[in-house]
Nanobody, 115 residues
């Protein structure tokens, strides 16, 4: 059974930082590409960042230069490091793993940026 569990969401002021975590089970984490998505109220889910098995990373233009992504294979965990947060970063953030057996999502973690 595949499980992705996100954590780390919080209320933060503009300009602040957060680190989100996603711990996976039931997949071969070390070889899997991992992604973060987000969904703001009333908007479709959008891709945020990707990290490959070789640690190569890619980011949406809206977060490039402010967010980074990393993984710790020994703990089956991927991180999203968010800096210089803006009001428009407010969303539920989801972890995603696309494997040959299926496309899996976590339950999401809420990030609210507000003064």
């Amino acid at each position: 059974q595949v499980q992705l569990v996100e954590s780390g969401g919080d209320l933060v002021q503009p300009g602040g930082s957060l680190r989100l975590s996603c711990t996976a089970s039931g997949i071969r984490f070390s070889i899997n590409v991992m992604r973060w998505y987000r969904q703001a109220p009333g908007k479709p889910r959008e891709w945020v960042a990707t990290i490959g098995s070789d640690d190569t990373a890619a980011f949406a233009d809206s977060v490039k230069g402010r967010f980074t992504i990393s993984r710790e294979n020994a703990k089956n965990t991927v991180f999203l490091h968010m800096n210089s947060l803006k009001l428009e970063d407010t969303a539920v953030y989801y972890c995603n793993a696309y494997t040959r057996n299926g496309n899996y999502w976590g339950q999401g973690t809420q990030v609210t940026v507000s003064s």
